[in-house]
């Protein structure tokens, strides 16, 4: 049988990795493109019930999605590098694998270390005042916290798409005793500005869905261009 082949378990983790990519990845656009503006213009009563009652369950999808995914995505790499060896790296699957496989991983950790814990404490100060108690105190800046890093990872998936899309659809000119290292510290450069932007920054241009969307598609090119100018 096929799928009994390292091929084969190589094609499972890859239908894993899509299906739990889809549904991590299509909550995130939800949340941003569909919840927030719903939140904006509806009543504070709806509001605090959806929060208290649909959030919750829409997380534990978003969360396990992105650590599926996440999971997925590391065995995948792991099992070509061992078929490939690890001079494969240094392809141009290599390169444009590893560029949105570090998206995908600061996304995941978003998810983990920053939005999921700001949103618990967004839905324990709801319930506390659907119950009839006080809201806590610090549940807006949590809130707006998790907003401005759920927006940052709405930008870094549009270029992590394309980039895990184009590992294996679009090849790089990669030279064979090509220096990494500029190459390397560019893009760390540019994504861990925007990484820290999440973290203690404003939206600036991501305030609005078309301009998350827009500047996606702008740190789409860049990063890109950035590739073709280094190989």
């Known amino acids: 049988m096929a799928l009994l082949t390292q091929e084969g378990l190589l094609f499972l ?19 941003n493109f ?41 065995l995948l790499i792991g099992l070509t590098v061992h ?22 991983t600061l996304m995941w950790a978003n998810v983990w270390f920053v939005i999921w814990p700001a949103q618990k404490v967004v839905i324990q100060s709801t319930s506390q005042v659907m119950g009839g108690g006080e809201a806590i105190p610090q549940a807006a800046a949590y809130g707006a916290k998790a907003g401005l890093v759920s927006r940052t990872n709405t930008l870094f998936s549009i270029p ?15 030279g064979y005793d090509m220096d990494f290292l500029p190459l390397v510290i560019t893009l760390g450069v540019i994504i861990l ?12 241009p991501m305030k609005t869905v078309k301009g998350v969307i827009v500047s996606g598609f702008a740190l789409t090119a860049v990063l890109y261009g950035i590739i073709e100018f280094f190989v």
């Open 83 to 104: 078929q490939a060896g690890y001079e494969f790296l240094s392809t141009s699957w290599g390169v444009l694998i590893l560029t949105g496989a570090l998206l995908g």
């Open 193 to 204: 500005a925007l990484e820290l932007n999440a973290i203690v920054g404003q939206l600036g």
């Open 160 to 174: 992590m798409l394309f980039f895990m899309g184009g590992a294996r659809h679009l090849s790089v000119q990669v």
């Open 13 to 31: 983790f890859r239908w894993i990795h899509f299906l739990a990519g889809v549904t991590w990845i299509g909550i995130l656009y939800y949340f």
């Open 34 to 74: 569909v919840q927030g503006s719903f939140f904006a213009e509806t009543d504070t009563s709806t509001k605090n019930g959806c929060i208290q009652k649909l959030v919750p369950r829409a997380l534990w999808w978003f969360r396990w999605g992105a650590m599926l995914t996440f999971i997925s995505g590391l």
